[in-house]
């Protein structure tokens, strides 16, 4: 795609014509390419960078601590979006129920409570039940009471409606 606006822009600018007309299409087209490439960074690759959204279902996280080396090390949570908004026109627009990787700069208690998450999960599947642990964005309760920081427990298992009442 960037090829082809570059062929464009070079058509636009050695064509005849006024020059402020050329100058507002050159612009123009600059605008389309970096909406482009802004559009297309956001379905890119997994996992995002993008925010984590405000309440999710944890299906997983992946946690590489950091090194000596100077790798800052990421927490990674693979999560299902609950009521995502689509953010602009150009963003990822997962279908609902569409789990999605967010990578999380490295931290300790985020960290723990990942594998106390991923141990809940892993033992639950092993028993043949499935398990659903909710991320919620909000203040962390206990030592830690930074607003924004990721909040998660586990969900009661759904009941069955009851049969024969209205």
Known sequence: MLAVATLVLWLLASAEG?????????????????????ATGTGRG?????PFPKNAILQ??????????????AVTLWATPINASRGWPGAYDPTPGTPRAYQLPYDEVLAAECFQAN????????Q?????????????????GEPGRLRMYKLPPPREPRKGTP
């Not at 997994?46 to 993008?50: C, E, I, R």
């Not at 997983?60 to 090390?73: A, E, H, K, N």
């Open 18 to 38: 006024a020059w402020y007309w050329k100058v507002l299409a050159t612009l123009a087209g600059i605008a389309v390419i970096f909406g482009s490439i802004h």
């Open 46 to 50: 997994w996992p995002t960078t993008d």
């Open 60 to 73: 997983w996280c992946v946690i590489r601590t950091p090194s000596v080396g100077g790798d800052p090390g």
């Open 119 to 126: 141990k809940a999960i892993a033992q639950e599947a092993a």
């Open 128 to 144: 043949g039940q499935s398990s659903q642990i909710a991320v919620k964005k909000g203040k962390r309760t206990g030592t830690s």
